[in-house]
């Protein structure tokens, strides 16, 4: 045995107490109270563990360039609008420098797992996708990262944008996405995304449903096409902003009606609440759909970051745990099963949303293992508690001290 992780409580079996994993060649090779093996020891000291937290869905690319912004009227902000000319002078090697920085902070925050947007469009070419693709190979020591390549200024009505998301997924991109508020012919383009997703044989990853109203939601389209074409399970629905503008008995039939049609939604708490009720001076709509609401019903949901310091979401860390607390606020969730749903949303119902199936705390898995500054997953959202270490394939690749009071001197 290679590494010992002594002592730690494992998120998904709190209530047995204080347990040993045991890795091995990069897997875990045991999990059992007080293992007896020649290995090196990291001592967890009765701290919460996770199999590494998932980030499933971010803008890697566009990270990072509040800076070089214009300023926009509150009212009238359109994160579209702030990035557009910016992209011609977006190199290969700006981009990548501009992910790399964000990339490292979400390993520093527990973070083993991604599926990272990309846009393609004449204006960015392919010059997003490749600074992006390119730390793939070089960061796999710490973080497993998927393409989802999408149009976030239109496709029907970007000529050339078309034949950039093909040759992205000739490329090596794995899924394909949408954001078709963008474009003239919404519907034409959900269609058309459905069409390229079945002809690479990728699955689907749109933008969806956000709005001052509740009218002309796409979500019906899409749950059409997905039973259509029988792509249950590999279709994810991100924001939705606009079930949060629904009375909760609306929103918990849609929800069995995509549970029934395996559908994933995935919630954006921080761009969502930034983003929502510009055209309202007080009593303001906060726009973020209410995840545990969908779970009841059924539906698989995630929380995720979405953007990173620009013109969407001009702040951020990268911390999961402060997405899941902020979300948790936001929703006035405060009962302990709840907020243990929050932790899931991270872990355990992101890997089933990236379709992993070698993700949990299981003999045989990689020992991806985040140590977390917690006792249990909801004192972890509570608290939003830091990640003290993580391990990738069983090889630490991040380390922070827990803060000490040195008392008077």
């Given at each position: 045995?290679?590494?010992?992780?002594?002592?730690?409580?494992?998120?998904?079996?709190?209530?047995?107490?204080?347990?040993?994993?045991g890795?091995?060649?990069?897997?875990i090779?045991a999990?059992?109270p007080?293992?007896?093996?020649a290995?090196?020891i990291?001592a967890?000291?009765?701290?919460?563990?996770?199999?590494g937290?998932?980030?499933?869905?971010?803008?890697?690319?566009?990270?990072?360039?509040?800076?070089?912004?214009?300023?926009?009227?509150?009212?009238?902000?359109?994160?579209?609008k702030?990035?557009?000319?910016?992209?011609?002078?977006?190199?290969?090697?700006?981009v990548?420098?501009?992910?790399?920085r964000t990339l490292?902070?979400?390993?520093?925050?527990?973070?083993?797992?991604?599926?990272?947007?990309?846009?393609?469009?004449?204006?960015?070419?392919m010059?997003?996708?490749?600074?992006?693709?390119?730390?793939i190979?070089?960061?796999?020591?710490?973080?497993?990262?998927?393409?989802?390549v999408?149009?976030?200024?239109?496709l029907?009505?970007?000529?050339?944008?078309?034949?950039l998301?093909?040759?992205?997924?000739?490329?090596?991109?794995?899924?394909?996405?949408?954001?078709?508020?963008?474009?003239s012919?919404?519907?034409?383009?959900?269609?058309?995304i459905?069409e390229?997703?079945?002809?690479?044989?990728v699955?689907?990853?749109?933008?969806?449903?956000?709005?001052?109203?509740?009218?002309?939601?796409?979500?019906?389209?899409?749950?059409?096409?997905?039973?259509k074409?029988?792509?249950?399970?590999?279709?994810?629905?991100?924001?939705?902003?606009?079930l949060s503008?629904?009375?909760?008995?609306?929103?918990?039939?849609?929800?069995?009606?995509?549970?029934?049609?395996?559908?994933?939604?995935?919630?954006?708490?921080?761009?969502?609440?930034?983003?929502?009720?510009?055209?309202?001076?007080?009593?303001?709509?906060?726009?973020v759909?209410?995840?545990n609401?969908?779970?009841e019903?059924?539906?698989?949901?995630?929380?995720?970051?979405?953007?990173?310091?620009?013109?969407?979401?001009?702040?951020?860390?990268?911390?999961?745990?402060?997405?899941?607390?902020?979300?948790?606020?936001?929703?006035?969730?405060?009962?302990?099963?709840?907020?243990?749903?929050?932790?899931?949303?991270?872990?355990?119902?992101?890997?089933?949303?990236?379709?992993l199936?070698?993700?949990?705390?299981?003999?045989?898995?990689?020992?991806?293992?985040?140590?977390?500054?917690?006792?249990?997953?909801?004192?972890?959202?509570?608290?939003?508690?830091?990640?003290?270490?993580?391990?990738?394939?069983?090889r630490?690749?991040?380390?922070?001290?827990?803060?000490?009071?040195?008392?008077?001197?």
């Amino acid at each position: 045995m290679d590494l010992i992780i002594r002592g730690a409580r494992l998120a998904d079996r709190i209530s047995a107490g204080p347990l040993d994993i045991g890795v091995s060649k990069g897997r875990i090779a045991a999990i059992e109270p007080k293992l007896d093996a020649a290995a090196r020891i990291y001592a967890a000291d009765g701290r919460l563990a996770c199999p590494g937290l998932i980030e499933t869905h971010i803008h890697l690319d566009k990270s990072r360039i509040i800076d070089r912004c214009a300023p926009q009227a509150r009212a009238q902000l359109s994160p579209v609008k702030g990035v557009t000319p910016l992209k011609p002078g977006m190199s290969v090697e700006d981009v990548r420098a501009r992910a790399e920085r964000t990339l490292e902070q979400c390993i520093l925050h527990g973070t083993t797992r991604m599926r990272t947007q990309v846009e393609v469009d004449p204006g960015i070419g392919m010059r997003g996708f490749e600074g992006v693709q390119s730390l793939i190979a070089d960061y796999r020591w710490a973080i497993d990262i998927e393409i989802c390549v999408f149009p976030q200024e239109g496709l029907l009505n970007y000529p050339g944008t078309d034949a950039l998301l093909i040759e992205a997924l000739k490329r090596g991109a794995k899924l394909i996405g949408g954001a078709p508020r963008y474009d003239s012919d919404e519907a034409g383009q959900i269609r058309r995304i459905f069409e390229l997703a079945r002809e690479f044989d990728v699955d689907i990853d749109m933008h969806l449903d956000v709005g001052p109203t509740p009218d002309a939601m796409n979500i019906h389209l899409v749950r059409e096409l997905t039973e259509k074409y029988k792509r249950g399970g590999r279709v994810v629905v991100g924001h939705m902003a606009k079930l949060s503008l629904l009375p909760p008995d609306q929103v918990a039939a849609l929800g069995r009606q995509l549970a029934n049609a395996g559908i994933a939604v995935t919630v954006l708490p921080a761009t969502d609440l930034f983003l929502m009720g510009r055209d309202q001076t007080h009593n303001v709509r906060r726009g973020v759909a209410d995840a545990n609401l969908l779970i009841e019903q059924g539906v698989n949901c995630s929380l995720s970051s979405n953007n990173i310091l620009n013109p969407a979401t001009p702040y951020g860390d990268c911390s999961l745990i402060r997405m899941a607390n902020l979300y948790a606020n936001i929703l006035q969730i405060d009962r302990p099963a709840q907020l243990r749903e929050c932790f899931q949303m991270l872990t355990e119902r992101s890997a089933q949303l990236l379709n992993l199936k070698d993700y949990g705390f299981k003999v045989g898995h990689p020992a991806d293992i985040v140590i977390i500054n917690a006792q249990s997953p909801e004192q972890a959202v509570a608290e939003i508690a830091q990640p003290v270490a993580t391990f990738k394939n069983g090889r630490q690749t991040s380390v922070w001290r827990p803060a000490e009071l040195l008392g008077p001197h």
